[in-house]
């Protein structure tokens, strides 16, 4: 265990600090016997040489961890440091200690350091909604994410990014430099897509230009969104197809092994939901989903895929952070799976955008807006995937025919949907209301179709 260059007290200070921090997957602040030590070192002393920057790796309970510590004498001031108390590990008798990456000058010699020289900025600001991960982005023109609960092997966003700009995909930010050590990636600096608007902001400002001017077709309202929502299709669809040729296809075991799984994930996750009560509707649908007879090929995919994802520039769509969802396992994040899964976390959002808007208007309103609300969804989820299956040779990565087409789809809908219901009812149960509506449409046969 390398520990030497950790400054004495400091490994105390690491459990409570732990806890505190959002990117930490414990509910609770581990015990001090749950946290080891596993490496430290280091990187660079700055300032007058009395600021030193800390790497520090900690296993918690099997899981690894990856610390960036700044060290600054008693007594010295960091103005970056007011209303960041969760960020601040504490002190010894002549130094204490903090979140390294709130302080420009050690973020800016990290940026040196991960990027081998190359680069140097001369500002630098977090991106402050980030949970699982930190980024900071310099100048405006570079982006580092740190990493820090690391799989063992290389990070999913690095590794699909670097593939899928390797093949010459255009809509991944350009990867610049990637910090490896001891079997971890452990930063990631891409170019930084300045002037671009997250995906659910744009389809926000649209519901609410509809939801205030309220035409009664969507397609009248000054904001429509359909034609991003189309262009937006067409680019995943080339996403799977440069996919599929990095990391290959598999024809077969999704048929025996992944599709099953589903089946039996959706059959788990309805009976949860409704209770003991299982409805007629929701045994006629598994038994419509255990006749599908060709649910189609496997393929590397994004695995968390909806408009929070995805950034629209000038110069197009662009896809970000390929980690999938964070409340699954790793390894059922890296296993190949059908396109649908992607596909339809994109159909989902579109749900979540429109209700949550919705719930911002007033009680009164909610006949006149619902109406809209579900004429906004049907309009953009058939523009999405008007231009998916409209992309030239997708056809070889989905199932044969358009009944196992429509099953597959809707079994990853209503997978993704229970997920969902799970998520809120834990962290954001006034949020619940979408996922329940969402399997009660599924379930009664009422929501809008595949259309494809």
Same mark, same amino acid.
């Given at each position: 265990?390398?520990?030497?260059?950790?400054?004495?007290?400091?490994s105390?200070?690491?459990?409570?600090?732990?806890?505190?921090?959002?990117?930490?997957?414990?509910?609770?602040?581990?015990?001090?016997?749950?946290?080891?030590?596993?490496?430290?070192?280091?990187?660079?002393?700055?300032?007058?040489?009395?600021?030193?920057l800390?790497?520090?790796?900690?296993?918690?309970?099997?899981?690894?961890?990856?610390?960036?510590?700044?060290?600054?004498?008693?007594?010295?001031?960091?103005?970056?440091?007011?209303?960041?108390?969760?960020?601040?590990?504490?002190?010894?008798?002549?130094a204490?200690?903090?979140d &390294?990456?709130?302080?420009?000058?050690?973020?800016?010699?990290?940026?040196?350091?991960?990027?081998?020289?190359?680069?140097?900025?001369?500002?630098?600001?977090?991106?402050?909604?980030?949970?699982?991960?930190?980024?900071?982005?310099?100048?405006?023109?570079?982006?580092?994410?740190?990493?820090?609960?690391?799989?063992?092997?290389?990070?999913p966003?690095?590794?699909?990014?670097?593939?899928?700009?390797?093949?010459?995909?255009? =809509?991944?930010?350009?990867?610049?430099?990637?910090?490896?050590?001891?079997g971890?990636?452990?930063?990631?600096?891409?170019?930084?897509?300045?002037?671009?608007?997250?995906?659910?902001?744009?389809a926000?400002?649209?519901?609410?230009d509809?939801?205030?001017?309220?035409?009664?077709?969507?397609?009248?309202a000054?904001?429509?969104?359909?034609a991003?929502?189309?262009?937006?299709?067409v680019?995943?669809a080339?996403?799977?197809?440069?996919?599929?040729?990095?990391?290959?296809?598999?024809?077969?075991?999704?048929?025996?092994?992944?599709?099953?799984?589903?089946?039996?994930?959706?059959?788990?996750?309805?009976?949860?939901?409704?209770?003991?009560?299982?409805?007629?509707?929701?045994?006629?649908?598994?038994?419509?989903?255990?006749?599908?007879?060709?649910?189609g090929?496997?393929?590397?995919? =994004?695995?968390?895929?909806?408009l929070?994802?995805?950034?629209?520039?000038?110069?197009?769509?662009?896809?970000?952070?390929?980690?999938?969802?964070?409340?699954?396992?790793?390894?059922?994040?890296l296993?190949?799976?059908?396109?649908?899964?992607?596909v339809?976390?994109?159909?989902?959002?579109?749900?979540?955008?429109? =209700?949550?808007?919705?719930?911002?208007?007033?009680? =009164?309103?909610?006949?006149?807006?619902?109406?809209l609300?579900?004429?906004?969804?049907?309009?953009?989820?058939?523009?999405?995937?008007?231009?998916?299956?409209?992309?030239?040779?997708?056809?070889?990565?989905?199932?044969?025919?358009?009944?196992?087409? &429509?099953?597959?789809?809707? &079994?990853?809908?209503?997978?993704?949907?229970?997920?969902?219901l799970?998520?809120?009812?834990?962290?954001?149960?006034?949020?619940?209301?979408?996922?329940?509506?969402?399997?009660?449409?599924?379930?009664?046969?009422? &929501?809008?179709?595949?259309?494809?």
């Amino acid at each position: 265990m390398t520990t030497d260059k950790l400054p004495d007290g400091v490994s105390e200070m690491v459990p409570a600090y732990l806890g505190r921090q959002r990117w930490y997957g414990g509910t609770d602040a581990p015990g001090p016997d749950q946290v080891s030590v596993t490496a430290a070192d280091e990187l660079a002393v700055s300032g007058e040489g009395d600021h030193r920057l800390l790497w520090v790796l900690v296993d918690v309970g099997g899981a690894d961890y990856q610390l960036l510590i700044a060290e600054r004498p008693n007594g010295e001031p960091a103005e970056f440091l007011h209303g960041h108390d969760a960020a601040v590990l504490g002190s010894t008798d002549r130094a204490y200690y903090y979140d &390294a990456t709130l302080d420009s000058e050690l973020a800016r010699v990290l940026l040196d350091l991960v990027t081998d020289g190359v680069e140097q900025a001369e500002r630098v600001r977090p991106v402050t909604v980030e949970q699982s991960n930190t980024s900071l982005v310099f100048d405006d023109r570079l982006i580092m994410k740190v990493f820090r609960r690391l799989p063992e092997g290389p990070n999913p966003d690095v590794e699909v990014t670097e593939a899928l700009a390797a093949a010459g995909f255009a =809509h991944v930010a350009s990867p610049v430099s990637t910090w490896r050590r001891d079997g971890h990636d452990l930063a990631f600096v891409q170019r930084y897509l300045a002037g671009g608007t997250e995906g659910w902001a744009l389809a926000l400002t649209s519901l609410r230009d509809l939801y205030a001017s309220g035409p009664d077709d969507p397609a009248e309202a000054g904001g429509d969104f359909a034609a991003e929502a189309e262009r937006l299709g067409v680019m995943t669809a080339e996403m799977h197809l440069v996919m599929a040729d990095a990391f290959g296809v598999d024809g077969t075991g999704f048929r025996s092994v992944g599709w099953p799984r589903v089946i039996s994930s959706i059959e788990q996750g309805v009976r949860k939901a409704v209770g003991a009560a299982w409805p007629g509707s929701a045994a006629a649908l598994i038994e419509r989903l255990r006749a599908v007879d060709d649910p189609g090929p496997a393929i590397r995919v =994004h695995a968390d895929y909806h408009l929070g994802q995805v950034m629209r520039t000038d110069e197009g769509w662009y896809v970000l952070d390929f980690e999938g969802e964070p409340a699954r396992p790793l390894g059922e994040r890296l296993t190949p799976s059908s396109c649908f899964k992607d596909v339809t976390g994109m159909l989902r959002s579109f749900q979540y955008a429109a =209700h949550f808007v919705l719930l911002e208007r007033e009680q =009164h309103e909610f006949d006149r807006v619902g109406k809209l609300a579900e004429a906004w969804e049907v309009r953009n989820r058939e523009a999405f995937l008007s231009g998916y299956m409209g992309t030239p040779g997708i056809d070889t990565l989905l199932p044969v025919g358009s009944e196992n087409r &429509a099953g597959v789809s809707l &079994a990853f809908e209503l997978d993704k949907a229970l997920y969902e219901l799970t998520y809120e009812q834990a962290y954001r149960p006034d949020w619940a209301i979408i996922p329940e509506t969402a399997i009660d449409r599924l379930l009664s046969g009422s &929501a809008p179709g595949f259309g494809g």
